[in-house]
């Protein structure tokens, strides 16, 4: 083994890449900057995310983005913590962009499922579960806001179990019911209880003392006595920890905690660091794999424009699968055979930037310049292999897009050719309807409003939305176009991108009964949320 194989194998197992799943309002910005701040990347809470009112604006790119407070577009965090290295992929919070956060679950090796201890599992979260579930992800998680009334832990239990199928099991178990948090035992640590103590909003981290049950007792913490016996409870019902079982997708370990107050967060940061599985090689679309070890292989998982007004260029986001990546070092498009330079790379967070000289698996490069990659695709030094092709949505909402400056046909043209690669929209033609008017599909309207946004801001081309009103995508083919082109309440388009047909239905009933009046025709019944 050389120098070089001895150190891409040593720095891929210190590396942990992973997401946090959960739906909007769940608390995914607040943990990530108590993540950051228990890592001493920044030294008080408000300096990554930035939301409503709290400082800087780190990771929110575009106007729209501030004035709903949302976060579109997705940043990396990359810190140490005790001799590993982190790498934290944001994803957008919003639901309309999901499919945006199913690009990146496919660059990460682990996922931290979020929930709001009063609402359990909420519908964002269990589609995104299922997709960590599809992708063999392991999932730890972390249940947030116990600082605040909510519902009872076994019962929070249960509902994972029950509602996703696999066994849950708490490696902490909190002191006192939500919304009187007395502090938390560690059930690898019998005997003992952490008490916290708050800090002035959140924003440094909490003081933590460890104390034997016999002097948690004598400092009457009344949630003590029934936290005893639910952990005994635990153990009858052999609901342990099992690295096995947890990798291998049958159980999660779960963390309590209030990212808001800093609390329960060391924990969640110890976990991804002893239980989290560190980067192993990659399968190829031909059932292939690379190892580690191999030459540079890299998978593009987001391709995003204009993160920064000041840089008007494209970012391309990859992972790095295999090798170790070195700033200048020439590299090939898997597809295309091209080669890509590579002497712009960064590492982002938020909108700062910083260069990049060498990466190892597991950690995340952008490149910029990167006009002519797009998700999915795959860089290598050489070899000629594919990563599997990421998934692409049935897409639920339909509008036609219309330039509405005609001196700006050309930039209308090229920015819609852009949105496309960048997968921001689906992009439908047809004979039927103008080049100057395509119909955009997409998962979730807001995405439209980032289209044309990005339409008038970034390519001069203002642009007007007209919704289409259908809501379901089914692909079909040449006959499908001929056959059901005079079909009331249906229209066929063409996917730019790879020329797929897609028939476009109004609901449910129109699409049952043009399937039974053409049996054969529907080439794929699209799963609702994923082709
Ligand atoms: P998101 O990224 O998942 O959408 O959630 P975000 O972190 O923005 O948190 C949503 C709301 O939940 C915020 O309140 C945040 O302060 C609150 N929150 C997050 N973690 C905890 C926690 O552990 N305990 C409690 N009690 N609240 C928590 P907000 O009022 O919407 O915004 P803000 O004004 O506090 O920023």
Redesign the pocket.
């Given at each position: 083994m050389s120098n070089s194989d001895a150190s891409v194998m040593n720095e891929a197992a210190r590396r942990r890449t992973f997401a946090v799943i959960?739906h909007?309002?769940?608390?995914?910005?607040?943990?990530t900057e108590a993540l950051a701040l228990h890592a001493h990347v920044i030294s008080e809470a408000g300096a990554v995310h930035g939301?409503?009112?709290?400082r800087g604006v780190a990771s929110d790119w575009m106007a729209m983005e501030r004035e709903r407070g949302i976060s579109v577009t997705s940043a990396v965090l990359q810190f140490e913590y005790r001799d590993c290295v982190l790498n934290l992929l944001d994803t957008p919070?919003h639901a309309d962009f999901s499919e945006d956060t199913y690009r990146v679950l496919a660059a990460v090796d682990c996922a931290v499922m979020l929930l709001d201890a009063a609402k359990g599992l909420e519908p964002q979260t269990l589609k995104l579960f299922g997709v960590c579930r599809t992708r063999g992800i392991p999932v730890i998680t972390f249940v947030?806001?116990w600082?605040?009334p909510g519902r009872e832990a076994l019962e929070l239990l249960d509902e994972i179990e029950h509602r996703l199928g696999i066994r849950a099991t708490p490696v902490m178990w909190p002191v006192g019911v939500a919304g009187h948090f007395e502090g938390l035992m560690d059930r690898r640590d019998p005997g003992f209880v952490t008490r916290y103590s708050r800090t002035a909003g959140g924003a440094t981290r909490a003081g933590e003392q460890r104390l034997p049950i016999t002097r948690s007792l004598e400092q009457e913490m009344t949630g003590l006595l029934s936290s005893i016996e639910e952990v005994e409870l635990l153990q009858q019902l052999s609901l342990d920890h099992e690295q096995e079982a947890f990798l291998a997708g049958f159980s999660t370990p779960v963390f309590f905690g209030?990212?808001?107050?800093n609390i329960g967060v060391r924990s969640l940061l110890e976990a991804l660091i002893d239980l989290a599985p560190a980067p192993v090689g990659r399968f190829t679309e031909d059932g292939g794999e690379v190892p580690l070890d191999d030459e540079f292989t890299g998978l593009v998982f987001k391709v995003q424009a204009n993160m920064d007004p000041a840089h008007r260029d494209k970012i391309a986001f990859v992972r790095v699968c295999s090798g170790i990546f070195e700033r200048g070092m020439m590299l090939a498009h898997a597809g295309t055979g091209r080669p890509f330079t590579t002497k712009y790379a960064h590492s982002m967070l938020g909108r700062e930037r910083t260069s990049v000289d060498r990466a190892f698996p597991g950690d995340i490069v952008g490149l910029v310049n990167a006009a002519s990659l797009h998700p999915g695709d795959t860089l290598t030094e050489g070899k000629a292999v594919r990563f599997p092709p990421m998934p692409v949505f049935a897409p639920e909402h339909f509008a036609v897009v219309r330039g509405t400056d005609p001196s700006k046909s050309k930039q209308f043209r090229k920015g819609v050719a852009q949105l496309e690669a960048e997968g921001v929209v689906q992009v439908l033609m047809s004979d039927r309807r103008s080049g100057q008017a395509p119909v955009f599909g997409a998962v979730g309207p807001m995405q439209f409003e980032v289209a044309t946004h990005r339409l008038q801001h970034e390519f001069g081309a203002p642009a007007s939305i007209e919704m289409l009103p259908y809501t379901l995508a089914r692909r079909t083919n040449r006959a499908g176009l001929e056959l059901l082109g005079s079909t009331h309440g249906v229209e066929v388009l063409q996917r730019m991108r790879d020329g797929a047909f897609l028939a476009l239905f109004s609901d449910r009933h129109r699409l049952a009964f043009v399937a039974r009046q053409h049996p054969g025709l529907m080439l794929d019944l699209l799963a609702a949320q994923q082709e």
């Open positions: 959960s909007p309002d769940a608390g995914k910005s607040t943990l939301k409503r009112g709290r919070g947030n806001k600082d605040r209030a990212a808001v107050s």
